[in-house]
């Protein structure tokens, strides 16, 4: 599968593939995070939010993955298909602020090729 | 299932023209935001509302831009005058009261001639 170490704006993989998409995030105090993917003209869908207090939580298809220490978020996308070619966004909160308005990352570009 | 509605999808305006922007929750929901979202960009935060007090405006240029919700349902989001760096996709989003989750609606996408 394809992997990305560091954020990177696009990232282009083939059908089947697994995906793996990084966002650094800013505030050490965040408590939420959520990933959305957003297709060309609509706006951002959810696809998967983990808490601060887990390292790992698994969707279909999906697992997003959160590492605290170097405040990093990852989407992993199992077996990658045409339709889920998108702009991927990570999103946080900070702790305690429920309610407060979610804060986004960069987003990266994900194309699938059959 | 419910969705937030946003209109118009698009919208071309004359720079100094008036042009508002309408966006309708999910019902119930309490907590309502706009993003602008420039092309090639992540959203960002323009103004939240609270039923219809505003919570954060902070990012809203206020000379040009103004919100409103006056019944704590709808909102309408004005910019007069439309300047050449509006031109953006205008994301309406809402959330129940004291969750994270937040769901948007398709945008209106700007563009200021």
Known sequence: GESVGLHLPTLSVQEGDNSIINCAYSNSASDYFIWYKQESGKGPQFIIDIRSNMDKRQGQRVTVLLNKTVKHLSLQIAATQPGDSAVYFCAEIPANQAGTALIFGKGTTLSVSS | ?113
């Not at chain 2, 509605?5 to 019902?27: H, M």
């Not at chain 2, 206020?62 to 007069?80: C, P, Y």
């Open chain 2, 1 to 113: 299932e419910a969705e937030v509605a946003q209109s118009p999808r698009y919208k071309i305006t004359e720079k100094s023209q008036a042009v508002a922007f309408w966006c309708d929750p999910i019902s119930g929901h309490a907590t309502l935001y706009w993003y602008r979202q420039i092309l090639g960009q992540g959203p960002e935060l323009l103004v939240q509302f609270q039923d219809e007090s505003v919570v954060d405006d902070s990012q809203l240029p206020k000379d040009r831009f103004s919100a409103e919700r006056l019944k704590g349902v709808d909102s309408t989001l004005k910019i007069q005058p439309a300047e050449l760096g509006d031109s953006a996709m205008y994301l309406c989003a809402s959330t129940q009261w004291g969750a994270n989750e937040a769901f948007f609606g398709q945008g209106t996408r700007l563009t200021v001639v």
